[in-house]
């Protein structure tokens, strides 16, 4: 003779999946709000090189030229009586040129100039792959 207390003794053995999805929700929003987007200040466009290779994403100094000749770092224009100061705030780290390709040469020259009498010499260029068929 068994007593029976108004207990029901049929346990669900099915795991409840909701903390887990929203642990897994939580973790992608982190992941999507810390990670930081580089972004362009001005749009530029780049010239096309047919070697042009893929970095990686590491610390960087971008410095923008645009098709007028004006030296920018973010979206501050920068004289060339500053380039002095601009290449002194990241030392050690590459300096990305972002040229657009119809900038005077001598803009360019001028900020290279600078940095190699600041002992600066990692330089990455900002070029488009040329996906042209060659033949």
């Not at 007593?3 to 999946?17: E, K, Q, R, T």
Request: aromatic letters at 8%.
């Amino acid at each position: 003779m068994s007593a029976d207390f108004g207990l029901d003794n049929d346990f669900d053995d099915s795991i409840d999946l909701t903390p887990l999805i929203d642990v897994v929700f939580m973790l992608l929003l982190f992941f999507i709000l810390a990670t930081t987007f580089m972004k362009p200040a001005i749009a530029v466009s780049l010239p096309k090189a047919a070697t042009a290779q893929s970095q990686t994403r590491e610390r960087q100094l971008v410095i923008t030229i645009d098709s007028q000749g004006r030296v920018l770092h973010g979206d501050q224009v920068v004289e060339p009586t500053g380039y002095s100061a601009l290449l002194d705030m990241e030392p050690g780290v590459p300096i990305n040129f972002m040229v657009h390709r119809d900038a005077p040469f001598q803009s360019f020259m001028g900020v290279v100039d600078e940095a190699r009498r600041k002992g600066r010499t990692n330089f990455i260029i900002t070029t488009e792959p040329d996906h042209a068929d060659r033949g």
